[in-house]
């Protein structure tokens, strides 16, 4: 049964992975994979090891919900167009899963946010269009750096969990 439990937490932290490259909560499905497995065969890993884990996605969710505002503010955006890029990111990511579900998720996250920067800095801080499209560049890219800080996490998370349930 330690093999199969094992199995199970190799297999999940590879599809955690991909589900967090298409913005999905691929970490936490990992995470809460290796803790039911920690509860069926106690011996499997230590809770040391899903708390360090959990510390890893703590910071990893954190960089991706602010990479979208970094993004935006540091391109001369205001608070709003930050705050725009986020929820745009959000609306994005649902409307763009129809189409090619996998890279119209990210695809649409990032657009998204660039769109939501957009409007909010065009639309509530009145500012220019070319200062407009400006933060929507930085707050497109901030995303795209956002999905790839987590994926990193994601890839490290992944890592410490197939180690963990293979060496003592």
């Known amino acids: 049964m330690h093999y199969l439990a094992a199995a199970i937490v190799v297999l999940m932290s590879l599809t955690g992975v991909a589900l ?28 040391w090891t899903i708390g360090a884990c959990v510390a890893i996605a703590l910071l990893a969710e954190a960089a991706e919900f602010a990479a979208c505002a970094v993004g935006a503010r540091t391109t001369g955006g205001s608070r709003s167009s930050a705050v725009g890029s986020i929820v745009g990111a959000l609306i994005g990511a649902v409307a763009g ?12 996250a990032i657009v998204g946010a660039g769109l939501g920067a957009l409007a909010a ?27 790839l800080i987590k994926t990193i ?7 410490v969990l197939c180690v963990a349930v293979f060496v003592p």
């Open 20 to 47: 967090t490259l298409l913005t999905l909560p691929g970490i936490w499905v990992m995470i809460a994979a290796a803790a039911a497995c920690t509860l069926w065969q106690p011996g499997l890993m230590s809770w």
């Open 97 to 108: 899963t129809p189409f090619v579900p996998p890279i119209g998720t990210v695809v649409g």
């Open 121 to 147: 800095e065009r639309g509530i801080a009145s500012g220019t269009w070319k200062g407009s499209t400006k933060v929507a560049g930085g707050a497109a890219a901030g995303r795209a750096a956002g999905l």
């Open 153 to 159: 996490g994601a890839v490290a998370i992944g890592a």
